[in-house]
């Protein structure tokens, strides 16, 4: 399975919303996460299942979508979200294909 | 707390062989699916492999570019997951992470819920 996200760039100001997109070249069903990456750490787990965040994530991170179409949305930019994002599929395997991430840099 | 943390990475010749190490805590690690994952220099991240739980059979699966060279263990009385890495190529040259994370309802294979720091093995003549 391809997962595509996009874009591959997106420049935000802080306290704007980001909208970011991830696509599966078949259904993954729900069995989608995403992961925030910061230059020089491990990535760490925002949202699984497409839409549940994970324990301690906040509020303004939200996941939509099933099947194919995914959406990571950032509902107000804060200094400490503008790093890499990854989806994964955890559907089918081997392997379970992350797409090629999205970086969410300051405008 | 769950800890996971990697070691053996290092410089290896084109062809050569390296075994990296992940000692896990704070979790049931007989009952985890383990997996590797890596990162190559300023580029994204690719699943390498999975060892299931005993208990689920304890297979495992890879990812294409590493059939066949990767073997990926663990010893449970140890806490302990292995990836033994041979005829590695320069394309193997990257940050592995050792993973887990559980298994929700509805989900046959679990998302990563947790993430070592890494270890950087780098294939270069």
């Known amino acids: 399975i391809v997962m595509t996200q996009s874009p591959a760039t997106l420049s935000v100001s802080p306290g704007e919303r980001a909208t970011l997109s991830c696509r599966a070249s078949q259904s993954v069903s729900s069995n989608l996460a995403w992961y925030q990456q910061k230059c020089g750490q491990a990535p760490r787990l925002l949202i699984y299942?497409?839409?549940t965040r994970a324990t301690g994530i906040p509020a303004r991170f939200s996941g939509s979508g099933s099947g194919t179409e995914f959406t990571l949305t950032i509902s107000s930019l804060q200094s400490e979200d503008f790093a890499v994002y990854y989806c994964q599929q955890y559907n089918d395997w081997p392997p379970e294909t992350f797409g090629q991430g999205t970086k969410v840099e300051i405008k | 707390e769950v800890q996971l943390v990697e070691s053996g990475g290092g410089l290896v010749k084109p062809g050569g062989s390296l075994r990296l190490s992940c000692a896990a805590s704070g979790f049931t690690f007989s009952h985890a699916w383990m997996t590797w994952v890596r990162q190559a220099p300023g580029k994204g991240l690719e699943w390498v492999g999975r060892i299931k739980s005993k208990n689920d059979g304890g297979t495992t699966d890879y990812a294409a570019p590493v059939k066949g060279r990767f073997t990926i263990s663990r010893e449970d009385s140890k806490n302990m997951l292995y990836l033994q890495m041979n005829s590695l190529e320069i394309e193997d040259t990257a940050v592995y992470y050792c993973t887990t994370g559980s298994r929700r309802s509805g989900s046959q294979s679990p998302p990563i819920d947790y993430w070592g720091p890494g270890t950087l093995v780098t294939v270069s003549s």
């Open positions: 299942g497409a839409s």
